[in-house]
């Protein structure tokens, strides 16, 4: 059973910063797109990031650009994300995902990802 194991969540202030991380120990790590995406108490899980399985390309969603960035350490096997500058409305659990489809690019849609880690749960206090 392959395990994501997602940590780093917490309580934070508003305005304040926070790194995610997701460990994938099992997954032949360096051929798989990964993503971050989020739900919050009575919404619908929503994605938040991608990155590509080079590393070279990332995607965002709207909410989180110019504040955040996804980054990958292949050597590790750990994908990061980085929340700058957060809001309240960025509470929520946070899942990593991977997409063990070799080399494809990274999807939006939480049905592109076959792997889901867990969840951190993410407090920002106002």
């Known amino acids: 059973q392959v395990q994501l194991v997602e940590s780093g969540g917490g309580l934070v202030q508003a305005g304040g910063s926070l790194r995610l991380s997701c460990a994938a120990p099992?997954?032949?790590?360096?051929?798989?797109?990964m993503g971050w995406f989020r739900q919050a108490p009575g919404k619908e899980r929503e994605f938040v990031a991608a990155?590509?399985?080079?590393?070279?390309?990332?995607y965002y969603a709207d909410f989180v650009k110019g504040r955040s960035t996804i980054s990958r350490d292949n050597a590790k096997n750990t994908v990061y994300l980085q929340m700058n500058s957060v809001h309240p409305e960025d509470t929520a659990i946070y899942y990593c995902?991977?997409?063990?489809?070799?080399?494809?690019?990274?999807?939006?849609?939480?049905?592109?990802?076959?792997?889901w880690g867990q969840g951190t749960q993410v407090t920002v206090s106002s």
């Open positions: 099992e997954l032949t790590f360096s051929s798989y797109a």
């Open positions: 990155i590509s399985w080079s590393g070279s390309s990332e």
């Open positions: 995902a991977a997409d063990t489809r070799p080399y494809f690019s990274p999807g939006r849609s939480a049905q592109d990802y076959n792997y």
